[in-house]
């Protein structure tokens, strides 16, 4: 028996060549991911099947069998859904109250809101620095829209309702409880006691009662204890609840972001001769955003969605108007599955673009490839 | 290359770092105890001894990335103390590398470098740009300006965080264990471009394990142990004639290999 000789060295190094076809392309990823052992081909048979018996039969219930024509619950004869009743109700899902002549201000305020917002959501667009003094003004413009005075007819804030009344409050509160999360979060972190026991307090407090709890309280209790004068339009004072609800969350997010930046960081800005602000702007409230956006954009989901919990203060936001269609004489019995789901398309709408946006945000904000 | 020890002959315009008395503790940990400490302009200092001796606590407290309790440390002739414009004017003036690179992984290699003398010494922008290119050049990767640290290699990150640090055109550099954290094909691109900036005239106090660079360009080892500086010396005097038994311990464990 002979023994290969270990000393050896290879002459020519190998070169690359690609992967066996079967582990590539639709079939690659078929085997891989649907029919990898019998146990996941099975699942995806049972998968399939309970597809084809629910999705056509949802399709029919809700378009090709619905009824979209008459004045009342009692035209709906059909088999399917019930959507007769959006023709007359849909500027009420949108506007609540608002006086419809005024309808134009809040278009308006909504189509203002895309050239805000741009500038706020992507980098490198014409005129950026202009567009953002304009985000700046729009809460002003559109508070002015919306509410009116200074020439425009005033519109009372009971009148608004609807999505519009939604879209007021959450974005509001997305708008300043960011900011004011990330400095209580910082307050959290910080070497004054003072500062830190304050932050400690509110987050604890804020976060540990039911945001609806502290709707009532804002709606009902406040203006028993405070005197006349001093007394704030409802809807500022849900605004000023919802916000300051998000912002304790929001602080936790940011704190746990903040957490995750390595000591090194600090100390290279220090070392620089950063003051504490500049090394927080420049070099480590950028990385602990960029990390914390899934657990942002969560709350942010979160607290548009908890805007719909102002129909138990008295308030019709788009949920509340979907409730009064649903115990309305002409409709009652006919439109309750219908009601729901054309609110929640509203939400869903909004709230998946939120998300693709935070993915596209994290993806372009990844700077380990390019 | 043996220039005489600095402590022999009189600096020419006396010592740019003082330290006297010096004592820090971490909790009840002693960690620095007694340490008397003149640096001259232009002097190359090496700093070596074992984990946990002191020597990064020491060269941290020089830029007061580390408080001290008692002694004073006097840098540039300015008195560090409690008092953030004190702290701010050192800093401005003293770089420092760090072990784990520290560069900012958001921003491009460029960006790293023009960001201190953009913000701290309010450098304009085209100008703070043309100084970092200028470095990168001196540090041999100027084609890497746009790329972010993440994409580099670790010797390429740290010849960066070098760059960088000069962007603010330090008086002193501070090196913690610069090397440390380094592949061994890498390690050599970095000390290159120490020995160039040793070469240059830079006061530096390198707290490193790199022998053969402290016998090429220190005018100064100090071994420190236990908190304290046990010997220093001459390169040549301090590797061949160690004097205390454990200096000569602990070359003989560094060196038997």
Redesign the interface.
Known sequence: MSIEPFSRAQKDMLGERPPPVTETGTIGWLRANLFSSWGSSLLTLASLYLLWITVPSFFEWAIFEADVTGTTGQDCTGEGACWAWVDQRINQFLYGFYTAGEYWRVNLAALLLIPALLPLLFDGLPHARRLRLFSFAYPFIAAFLLVGGFGLESVPTRSFGGFMLNVTIGLSGIVLSLPIGVLLALGRRSRLPALRMLSVIFIELVRGVPLITLLFTAAILLPMFMPESWSLDLIIRVIVVVTAFSSAYMAEVIRGGLQSIPKGQYEAAMAMGLGYWQSMRLIILPQALKVSIPGIVNTFIGLFKDTTLVFLIGLFDILGIARSLQQNQDWIGNVDTEGFLFTSAFFFVVCFSMSRYSMNLERRLDTTKR | MNTPAPQDTAPETGPTIQISGLNKWFGSFHVLRDINLEVAQRERIVICGPSGSGKSTLIRCI?R?EEHQEGSIVVDGVRLTND?KQI?AV??E???V?Q???????LTVLENCT??PI??RKTPKAEAEAIAMEYLERVKIPEQATK????LSGGQQQRVAIA??LC?KPKIMLFDEPTSALDPEMIKEVLDVMVDLAESGMTMLVVTHEMGFAQQVADRVIFMDEGQIVEQNAPDEFFNNPQSDRTKLFLSQILSH
Do not use: E, K, T
């Open positions: 830029n990335l953030l701010d800093r401005r003293v770089g420092m760090f784990s690179f520290n560069l900012f992984p958001h960001l201190a913000w701290v972010f640290p993440g994409q960088r640090s603010m």
